[in-house]
């Protein structure tokens, strides 16, 4: 389902993307949301924000006029 917001596709798309990892912190606390490829995945969207849920654990992302996107990339030990 696609909604008249670019930014929450955009988060849709992403979250329905195996390869994709999630991480959501604040001081003392963060939480990660990833999943292996062909892992089963119910995901839900709607016009207020997405949610993506597997047997291990799911992520909710609520619409917000202030919410942007950070792309972030770490190194890692892959090539």
Excluded: C
Aim: glycine letters at 8%; charged letters at 20%; a negative charge.
């Amino acid at each position: 389902m696609t909604t008249a917001d670019p930014l929450m596709d955009l988060i849709a798309s992403q979250l329905a993307d195996a390869e994709a990892g999630w991480s959501v912190g604040t001081f003392g606390a963060i939480a990660e949301f990833t999943r292996e490829p062909g892992e089963a995945l119910d995901m839900e969207q709607s016009r207020n924000g997405i949610s993506a849920v597997t047997q291990k654990g799911g992520i909710r992302v609520v619409s917000h006029p202030d919410l942007r996107l950070i792309a972030s990339e770490s190194p890692t030990t892959e090539s």
